[in-house]
């Protein structure tokens, strides 16, 4: 991409000179190699919203239930898990969350939880309404103590 942008400048330079003119096109090809393509927000979107953040692993709550999802909604009953943003919802799971013997995207792992019954640990935010999930059944989903959490 650098490389055309420099020709086109060049072009451009050329051309102001009034000593030759070009145009130069090009087309590339996209492919994507996902399995899933996630556009819903995913229960509001990356961080959870409503304030508040994590400081340690002791002030995390514990909810067990069926896992839902719903038009781009993760849930257990009314309250919403937040798993991430898209880009980080697909890239690769720490762990084989749903024990299909393979590791997935996160996504792909959370999906394949759906139905289940799980143990999420995480931040409550929002009235009791949010939370942002940091442990699935035990296993760490995302740290806790990176300053994005931190107050």
Not at 105 to 111: C, F, S, V
């Amino acid at each position: 991409m650098k490389k055309y942008l420099g020709i086109s400048i060049a072009l451009i330079a050329i051309l102001t000179m009034g000593s030759a003119s070009a145009i130069v096109f090009q087309t590339t090809t996209l492919s994507t190699e996902k399995s899933q393509i996630l556009i819903a927000p995913l229960g509001g979107g990356c961080g959870g919203g409503c304030g508040g953040h994590c400081h340690n692993n002791t002030n995390m709550t514990e909810v067990t239930g069926v896992l839902t999802y719903d038009e781009g909604t993760f849930s257990i009953g009314t309250l919403i898990l937040h798993f991430g943003c898209s880009s980080y919802l697909n890239t690769t799971s720490p762990y084989d969350f749903d024990g299909d013997g393979t590791i997935e995207t996160r996504l792909n792992e959370l999906l394949g939880l759906v139905g289940t019954s799980i143990t999420v640990d995480g931040i409550i935010r929002c009235q009791n309404t949010r939370m942002i999930v940091f442990y699935i059944d035990d296993l760490p989903y995302r740290d806790c103590s990176s300053n994005k959490y931190r107050a």
